[in-house]
């Protein structure tokens, strides 16, 4: 049976700017590939409200789970939420556990929870929430989507407590070996262990340290027998 | 005048499976903002030839500009340029200058030019080349595509050539206001000048510092004269 699979959508203007360099598409990665779920696509989009409603409605059709990050915050900005209930045509208010929530921590902080405050306790209708142990304002799962924070901390400590709730396949391992000739001499040895081993990933990545070129190869797959076997009919090649 | 707008494509199944952590989209972010070109949508997607073949013939549509990175290199995992070709339905050859570089490359260091390595002479028919100053396998421009290699100090020399052949629109220029307030304090003042100023993109992004928490307010927008009435309308609101 294939592995279940994801996608993500990264909202975020300050990202396509430039200001901001994105470090939730890699840890996501990292993740999804120890519980066994496929990444098969990310984006990174702006704020506006219909390409978050056509991004997400396409994504949500394509793969079993979609994770979203950014947006959720108080500021005019932050437009996720709805854009979410319009995707799936569900109404969105401030709810009461949500608000419930905010209350709570702000009146800890003597801190007062005004209106925009109180938009990140908007949720659409259907929706669960997401435990925010960083900043208390939640993240939600409404159908296969998973919204939740930009701020790395923040996005990191949703995902882990979503992680659970996913239905993963098996683990992806991996194995890299590190050959010291040019990428354009591995590549037919390749191709032909790709062939052999057509249940394996392998990628070539190509490096250059103080004057020494060569190839990491990556064989990926879910059977270990079959990674130990053709990293050994690999390292047997090049030793001949 | 709208700025040119611009959309990229990650070719990549190393960065979707966490392996390594793209950097080429930081890069091109702030690139295309020093222009003046707008980077409305950036795509990861795995090494597959339909994927490709489906993201590409989207984007180019959507956007004035689109770069590639990764996929141009000898393996038999480096199928970008069929795939484009395809996207473009043209056909695809070893073409005469690509090989003579790769040739004179190759004798130069004593390393075979086989088969694998020719195969980074395969170029789509009406392609241009796109100089590589540090391992001299070409990218390709094809219409409005710019096909770039993965590696990161090969994507930016690429990139280095290519962007004076561009026609930006005037330079994004922006201010951040480091302002001490929670973002929910910040957020109705922040509102209204958005409302004031539809011509500006005003971002804000939470920060927290050994325990001082506040927002990093992003003013971005082509006129400098706004750019810094609105800031002077945002200071004079915090200050009073």
């Given at each position: 049976m294939p592995n279940p699979t994801a996608a993500m959508l990264v909202i975020g203007d300050e990202i396509l700017s430039g200001r901001t360099r994105d470090a939730n598409m890699h840890h996501l990665a990292g993740k999804l590939t120890e519980v066994g779920i496929d990444f098969i696509e990310a984006r990174v989009i702006s704020d506006r409200t219909e390409a978050i409603v056509a991004a997400l409605n396409e994504l949500r059709e394509r793969a079993d789970y979609v994770f979203t990050s950014g947006g959720?915050?108080?500021?005019?900005?932050?437009i996720t939420a709805d854009a979410v209930a319009e995707a799936f045509g569900v109404r969105i208010g401030v709810r009461d556990d949500a608000r419930q929530l905010l209350e709570t921590y702000y009146a800890e902080r003597n801190i007062e929870l005004n209106q925009s405050r109180l938009r990140m306790a908007r949720i659409p209708d259907g929706a669960t929430l997401i435990e925010n142990?960083?900043?208390?304002?939640p993240g939600f799962v409404i159908g296969n989507v998973h919204v939740m924070a930009g701020v790395p901390s923040i996005f990191e400590a949703m995902l882990a407590s979503v992680l659970p709730t996913l239905t993963g396949g098996a683990p992806l391992q991996s194995r890299t070996i590190r050959i010291e000739r040019g990428e354009g001499d591995v590549a037919r040895p390749l191709s032909n262990l790709a062939e052999a081993y057509p249940d394996l990933m392998i990628g070539s990545y190509p490096f250059m340290d103080n004057g020494i070129y060569g190839a990491n190869v990556v064989l990926r797959g879910t059977d270990p027998e079959r990674l130990q076997e053709a990293e050994a009919r690999l390292l047997e090649y090049f030793e001949a």
């Open positions: 959720i915050g108080p500021t005019h900005d932050d142990p960083v900043s208390v304002a």
